[in-house]
């Protein structure tokens, strides 16, 4: 399965979705990582409400994977997402790779139309 995740560093998951400088793209089966790679955005906020354009080609490149792990999202990024068969999922985790790792033993609360990401939230 393809799971995306947005970083600023590659390592950490950004405080919020349309913010993030980039995104850790993680290939897993069902119980662990196969591989991961970073995409930068080059520095320009993928998901500006302005961006129409940009927020669609976001929206195309996220929606080849199944599932977004977020430490906040807008409803209506949730809800786009969803319409394209990717479910996101709320952590208040830091570290991508243990927000991956909890997500694969279905420890991680799947997004619904609230999705701040600052309600509680698992700690590694």
């Known amino acids: 399965m393809k799971i995306a995740v947005p970083s600023d560093d590659g390592v950490t998951i950004a405080g919020h979705f349309g913010k993030a400088e980039g995104f850790l ?5 069902t119980t662990c990582i196969q591989s991961a790679r970073y995409l930068s955005n080059n520095g320009e906020a993928c998901c500006s409400h302005d961006a129409d ?5 976001l929206l195309e490149a996220l929606a080849l994977c199944e599932t977004v792990i977020a430490r906040g999202m807008g409803t209506g990024m949730v809800q786009n997402l969803a319409a394209r068969g990717v479910d996101v999922f709320l952590t208040a985790e830091n ?3 243990c927000a991956v790792t909890l997500y694969l033993n279905n420890a991680l609360e799947k997004a619904t139309t609230s999705a701040c990401g600052c309600g ?5």
């Open 25 to 29: 793209f993680f290939d897993a089966d």
């Open 120 to 124: 509680g939230g698992h700690h590694h």
């Open 53 to 57: 354009n940009s927020r669609s080609e």
């Open 95 to 97: 570290d991508a790779r």
